[in-house]
């Protein structure tokens, strides 16, 4: 593909720009830092009126080309998301900073002292989809961290963006820090990302949010560092000595609570002892509230058998798909297997090493679901929708990563920092 | 490019192999690999003769394709390089084992538990050239850590690295561990590199350890997560408050102790006030090591006037690429600056984020600059050569990362780690 001059200057501008500010940023203190994000918050507020008039304009497009109501409610701004956005900038504020902690120290024989020290990563690229609020939140957690950000919003939120990093900036003005350390990249075509992510050594981290098929282009493309995020593909395995009042509130709330977020499960997988029983039982649960099954053979069979109103496409056959399937959607794949290995194969060979759960009064099996599955959460007799930053406590969430480099789960404030190595010496060679 | 098929299976069927013992080897106790390193160290002995042999046709092969002597060196094996390896892992065997170090630990207000657990990457793969030690260590490191390794060593190597896999595989027969954690790629044509960098879900990390080509190479291709390694473009700057008895030892260590390594320096910043006086004394010293000078004019001017017997290409006017060039050899750029701020800026333009030192008493300007320059190592007063796992008392190194992602300066054992959360539960659901 041919990428315009004139695309590639605007991209490599922002980035340099960023990087012009990287020494700054590194070397402002907390206190400067937190000024900024309340300052932040303070602009968001002054300028809403703008605000909101540049996203009713992006929501109009949106509108007039028929994008899904979905769709249109992710974009929309108004102010109590202006005030919960305000919110996010002062928790993040009250959070530690974690810049300039010591990791270690120490002194070698020769008198050498090692001072391993907390350090920005740098420039930090975020790519995402058309919720704006990441362009305040991003922001927020990066400018914390002593970090330049560039953001790549999507194309349908461009002029919502362009006001938000207007207050953004006015933010950082008013704390006296240099407003290139934010740069929105303002030509919103897919090239823009092309340049971005090959812009080796303008680029410390390049962090995608949104869709599978986002992450995959910036993973499959980059070749600045990345942090892979989000995909999952959970499950809940309901094993032979599970609780069942446990497992009931489990999987419904693992499903239903908030299908659209990659914390919800996409597969029951149940023991095939209990399946018979239990799994009408948990069908009619998951019925009322409005989640369609595919079933394997076996279950298939045993909720046909059961005495539920199935209406058209409420229960279908799973085909091979569905199992590498995240629905995000009231959709359930269901499986039977004959033990707790089975149920750790079918997530080896389909999860996406996000956030698997087991439900079982066993020791043994929980032990070793714990510890032989590959995913940055395992859980024992607890929902998957817990992998969040909040719920952590981290204070606040920038995503999860699904890889194992870095960072792993969600991250928070630490997971944006590096770390150098500080050596004092006085006049020391090596032998 | 068209890749063949036997290939494209020949590095999928080693991937997949690995990947199989990831279960096997992250549950293995310190205990058992231990003892596999050991094994491995006493089957390098028993099938030393084999392993000479193999070696002595790669030498044979190399010496007939007229490769240059210090390549030949690099690749030859003989008894003393042997017991060098055994003892490597024998001292790997010694160290503390980072997998299942508990990092953190939390309940939450809801009664969940969650601790973080350090475990291993999964399938790490080495990417390197002619020297067959690093098949030793490398393998030493990742099993200790509880990784499966897939070596893609040189094509002139490929004998020794098959005969050294031989006896590292044994080693892990004897102590019960999966043979198939240790691949070895044998096909080994540049192809096969991209068939593993592609390999995303089978390659949990890849390491490149070479020249600045393969190094980009990887970086430029890899689709699976990569730590950068090695190349250190790294610089020494007088400061005008100097200690040059300090400083003169320094940049002849720094240059000569070992210059075809990453943390030799390439260039010597020297502020303008001692230029005059210093640079001869220093260039004087660096002649009679057989250091060649790449001048800026204003040094250049200083080393022509003083009273030193130049041989031709001993001393040439530097041109822009000197400043850009890792030279690993005996050849120093040499470059006078008006202030530490633009000694700063030319590290910060040139500089390849490895180790960067100042030598000054001025304890003002030495903060600034440990502070301000980005690098994994940054020294005052001292040499540049102590970025090493080893000097650093790691104990054991498997590169040095020049990235800001993950790990930074010398890698040991825990930068071969990741990590996961377990969170145990009673049934507790998201609100």
Redesign the interface.
């Known amino acids: 593909m041919t990428i315009s001059t004139t695309l590639t200057e605007h991209v490599l501008n922002k980035l340099e720009g960023a990087k012009r500010t ?2 700054a940023l ?2 402002a203190s907390t206190a400067v830092k937190n000024e900024a994000l309340r300052n932040m918050a303070a602009a968001l507020w002054e300028q809403r009126a703008g605000i909101i008039a540049a996203n009713a304009a992006d929501v109009a497009d949106a509108q007039a080309a028929g994008q899904l109501q979905a769709r249109i409610d992710r974009l929309l701004l108004n102010e109590t998301r202006i005030l919960q956005m305000m919110e996010g900038l002062e928790q993040v504020a009250e959070l530690a900073d974690p810049v300039g902690e010591v990791l270690d120290k ?1 002194e ?1 024989q020769n008198g ?1 002292e ?1 001072t391993k020290l907390r350090v920005p ?2 420039v930090i690229a975020m790519i995402y989809e058309s919720r704006p609020n990441v362009t305040v939140d991003a922001t927020g957690l990066l400018i914390k961290t002593g970090n330049a950000i560039v953001l790549r919003g999507g194309r349908e939120a461009l002029r919502s963006n362009q006001a938000l990093v207007a207050a953004l900036r006015t933010g950082m003005q008013n704390a006296g820090l240099p407003i290139e350390a934010i740069q929105l990249i303002e030509m919103v075509d897919h090239a823009s990302v092309d340049v971005l992510l090959e812009a ?1 050594g303008l680029v ?2 390049v962090i995608p949010r949104g869709g599978a098929g986002l992450i995959q282009r910036v ?2 493309n980059a ?1 600045v ?3 892979e995020t989000g995909v999952g593909n959970c499950h809940v395995y309901v094993d032979k000595e599970a ?1 069942l ?2 497992a009931q ?2 999987v ?3 499903k239903t ?1 908030r299908p659209s977020v990659c914390n919800a499960i996409e597969t029951l997988l149940v023991h095939a002892s209990v399946a018979a029983n239990w799994l009408p039982q948990v069908a009619r649960d998951l019925l009322a509230r409005g989640v369609e099954l595919r079933a394997c053979a076996q279950s298939l069979a045993i909720l046909k058998g059961a005495n539920l109103a199935w209406q058209s496409g409420e229960l279908l056959p799973a085909t091979e798909e569905d199992w590498a399937t995240e629905y995000l959607d009231f959709t359930l794949a269901v499986k039977v297997v004959g033990s707790l290995e089975e149920a750790m194969a079918h997530i080896a060979q389909y999860g996406s090493l996000h956030s698997e759960a087991i439900v079982t009064e066993d020791a043994d099996a ?1 032990e070793t679901f ?3 599955v ?10 998957t ?3 969040d930053g909040f ?3 981290y204070g606040a969430e920038i995503g999860i990563s699904t ?4 960072a ?2 969600p991250m928070g404030l630490r997971e944006m920092t ?13 032998d």
């Open positions: 990287t020494g590194a070397a120490n070698l050498l090692i990563m740098g080796r410390d981290l993973v499959q070749k560092p990345v942090i609780d009042a446990k509130p489990i419904i709330n693992a609570q929980a714990l510890n032989g590959d995913a940055a959460v395992v859980y024992h007799n607890a929902s929708r817990f992998t719920e952590f406590g890889q194992k480099l870095h792993r789960g590096s770390y150098k190595y500080v050596v004092r010496g006085e006049g020391q060679v090596r």
